[in-house]
Structure formats: C-alpha cells, structure tokens
C-alpha cells in the first residue's frame, strides 16, 4: 500500500509540475520550460517516453545538462543532510 500511494503521489506531482510549465508558456509569471523540466525529471521514473525526452534534451543540450547534473549533486547532498538531522 506504502508504495501505491508513492507512486500516485510521484504522478500527481510530476502531472502538476507539466501542467504548469504549460501554463507558464502563455503566462509571463511562470517559468514554463523549468516547470516542464522539473515535471519530466519527476515523470522519467515512471514512464519511459519521459525519460526518453529528457536523455535526448541532454543531448542536444549539453551545456544546460551539466548545470542541471551540479544542481542536482548539490540537492541531493542537501537533502542527504537534512536527512542526517532528522535521525539525530
């Protein structure tokens, strides 16, 4: 059961975040490409054709790749921590 409701909750947000980005397209608040970007890294572990696109945005796109790897290193040792301080 644990795991069902993940992977809805992984859907909803994922769903939520292109939902956004397409309405940040035609909105001049929102950043609609970031918004898509976030909601493909999200969907890329459940569906196959979002992780398609995304390997080949890396590879058409190297330069925005390399600054997305950094800040998700720099994410992933933040929430590393965060995970750390709520053990103690």
């Known amino acids: 059961m644990n ?3 993940k992977r809805v909750a992984v859907l909803l947000v994922g769903w939520a975040f292109i939902l956004l ?3 940040g397209l035609f909105l001049p608040i929102l ?3 970031l918004f898509l ?3 493909l890294i999200i969907l ?3 569906y196959v054709w979002a992780h398609q696109l995304l390997h080949r945005l890396r590879t058409r796109f190297p330069s ?3 600054h997305a ?3 998700s290193a720099r ?5 590393a921590r965060l995970g750390s301080k709520e053990r103690q």
């Open 37 to 39: 970007l976030i909601g």
């Open 69 to 71: 790897d950094q800040a």
């Open 3 to 5: 795991q069902r409701v």
């Open 64 to 66: 925005v790749a390399r």
């Open 75 to 79: 994410a992933s040792a933040w929430l």
């Open 21 to 23: 980005g397409i309405a």
């Open 31 to 33: 950043q609609g490409v």
């Open 44 to 46: 890329s572990s459940e």
